[in-house]
């Protein structure tokens, strides 16, 4: 009687186990086939043309010397628009008003726009500024990615400035230093480390943002640096390649596909190394 | 000492004003998509949420297949990643060695990383192929000849369509979902994991009786996250789902969500009513989604205070 109740649990036991390592192998797997399948179709892509030619009309050759150019453009305005604004806003809600109302508010409504669907801060650009501009620009782009950018700043400086120990603040002040120099000289030093991991998690975020540029930065056939302009970028590029018939096409859209996650996954490797070197990380 | 002063204060209204901003932003995108709604609302009124006609050519809009579409999707991709993102916590927390336990949850994580364009042109040119002449045929073959039931998997298998986007999207919520439970497991008190196994629970009975009846409001509040990220994700969907206004009862189909439908259309649109339409989607895709994420963020915030006291 026993015995059986034993082996009765230790299979159950021993089914749960397997699902859940199955569950993982499954996860595994797939992030293995993605990986593959760009490997595959975007390595012979990759090429001196693919950096030094823009893209091409259908039926001849091209690369997305253009569309690289404008993505790194954007990502970099965005970044330098949505950091300080994310950083002050964290700074506030960590040094200022830790458990204030209006902190509780700030922290709800920035974790709601950190999972907001990227489409709707497209549309919500459009409405706010290629429609009173008149035409779409590599600007409302920027500011469109940017918005994505700040709650993730927000979350992290948050986070990062909270972790310095309160005995660092507390000597600057016995030092009879202000609280705006013990902030931007003691605290924003200690936390740098990790305040820039979120910078690059950002970053990350953005470099494959297509939903949100579709409708501000839209895209652009040829070489273009003007801001006021729709301008190219890899994301809409991809998104307009792939969808098309033409064979040289589909592969300049994988050889784009492939740079962008490589970049994406550097990026997020060196934001996980460097979190993990953070003096007061976990 | 009085420049100083002055500092402190300068500094501090500063970051309130961009705390003050955040709040805004949430405040400013619903205004403008309502304000850009209204000659939609106007001229279907309420009936745009249940018309099920969508035709530019007549300038009649109705939102219902693009409101089903996400909502059907949304809902078989949390079926198939809810169980596989437990599974995965479990591994993490209770089954992988220590030393593997950094170096799997970040490549799970790093799912996540991967933008959605590129599960889009994955989904495109690999999974749909795939599913095509493995899983839909087999489907049809098996489920699809019950009666009533076997409605559901009717019709060819096209590869595109509300299956492929929904598997999909399981994939890309898995690792939120998976993520959250894994930190939620963790907050359950050493104290009364390692009692029970003292008393001599399995680890299965330990996940049954102890983790999840300790974790239950942290587990919902995960799903309902990785819930408002399915509802909203937008390239991937819009290149497999196969883009269609129409409802059908089987998930082989093709179909349409609000963010296909804004993908594909809103830079063609011409005309003031197709594009208000268009608007008026997003604005209730983004209502949606906020109260959806508004329940899920609460839920985590109540399991974190819980474990604070």
């Known amino acids: ?139 409302a782009g920027s500011v469109a990615l940017a918005i994505i950018v700040v709650p993730v700043v927000v979350r992290t400086s948050e986070n990062m400035l909270s972790l310095v120990p309160a005995s660092l603040r507390e000597a600057a002040f016995a030092l009879g230093t202000p609280q705006w120099k013990v902030v931007t000289m003691v605290v924003y030093r200690a936390a740098l480390q990790g305040m820039l991991t979120g910078v690059l998690l950002a970053v990350a975020r953005i470099a494959g943002e297509t939903a949100p540029l579709l409708f501000t930065a839209l895209n652009n056939q040829f070489w273009s640096t003007d801001m006021n302009n729709s301008m190219a970028n890899l994301p809409v590029v991809i998104f307009q390649f792939a969808l098309s018939p033409y064979a040289d096409w589909q592969q300049l859209a994988w050889g784009g596909a492939l740079l962008i996650t490589l970049s994406i996954l550097s990026l997020n490797i060196v934001a996980r190394l460097l979190a993990s070197w953070s003096s007061f990380g976990k | 000492m009085r420049r100083q002063r002055l500092g402190d204060t300068l500094f501090r209204a500063v970051t309130r004003g961009f705390a003050f901003f955040v709040l805004l932003l949430l405040g400013a995108v619903i205004a403008s998509l309502a304000a850009g709604s209204i000659p939609a609302f106007r001229a279907f009124g309420l009936g745009f949420l249940f018309s099920e006609s969508w035709n530019p050519v007549k300038d009649t809009f109705g939102a219902l297949p693009a409101i089903y579409g996400t909502l059907i999707t949304s809902f078989i991709a949390m079926v198939l990643a809810v169980p596989l993102a437990f599974g995965v916590a479990i591994f993490l927390t209770e089954l992988c060695p220590p030393l593997l336990r950094r170096p799997i949850g970040t490549l799970i994580e790093l799912l996540a ?87 001599g629970a399995t680890t299965a009975e330990v996940i049954r009786n102890i983790i999840i009846p300790h974790s239950r409001v942290g587990i919902v509040g995960g799903v309902m996250l990785g819930l408002g990220r399915a509802l909203g994700e937008t390239m991937a969907v819009t290149f497999v789902i196969g883009n269609a206004h129409r409802i059908k009862a089987s998930l082989l189909a093709p179909g349409t969500t609000i963010s296909a439908t804004l993908a594909n259309e809103f830079t063609e649109a011409v005309g003031k009513l197709y594009t208000s339409s268009l608007i008026a989607l997003g604005l209730i895709l983004f209502v949606i989604t906020l109260i959806v994420l508004s329940l899920a963020n609460y839920m985590l915030w109540r399991m974190g205070s819980q474990d604070g006291a």
Request: with cysteine; hydrophobic share 55%.
């Open chain 1, 1 to 139: 009687m026993d015995s059986l109740l034993y082996g009765r649990r230790r299979a159950t036991n021993f089914i749960v186990l397997s699902l859940s390592f199955a569950a993982t192998a499954a996860g595994l797997l797939v992030l293995f086939l993605i990986l593959w399948s760009l490997l595959r179709n975007g390595v012979p892509a990759l090429g001196a043309d693919l950096f030094t030619q823009n893209t091409p009309p259908p039926g001849s050759r091209g690369g997305l010397l253009n569309a690289i150019y404008g993505s790194l453009v954007m990502t970099v305005a965005a970044t330098l628009i949505g950091t300080p604004v994310g950083i002050l806003c964290g700074t506030f809600l960590a040094e200022f008003s830790r458990s204030s109302r209006l902190a509780m508010a700030v922290r709800f409504i920035n974790d709601i726009l950190l999972s907001a669907p990227s489409i709707v801060i497209g549309l919500f650009v459009y409405v706010v500024m290629v429609v009173p501009m008149g035409h779409f620009s590599a600007w």
């Open chain 2, 113 to 199: 990383a991967i933008p959605s364009i590129i599960y889009g042109i994955w989904g495109l040119f690999v999974l749909a192929p795939m599913l095509q002449s493995t899983l839909q045929p087999a489907l049809i073959g098996s489920l699809g000849q019950i009666p009533f039931f076997g409605a559901l998997f009717a019709g060819p298998p096209l590869g595109l369509g509300i299956l492929t986007a929904s598997v999909i999207l399981a994939v890309m919520v898995l690792p939120f979902i998976a993520s959250v439970s894994r930190d939620v497991f963790l907050t359950v008190p050493v104290l009364l994991r390692e009692s029970a196994y003292g008393m």
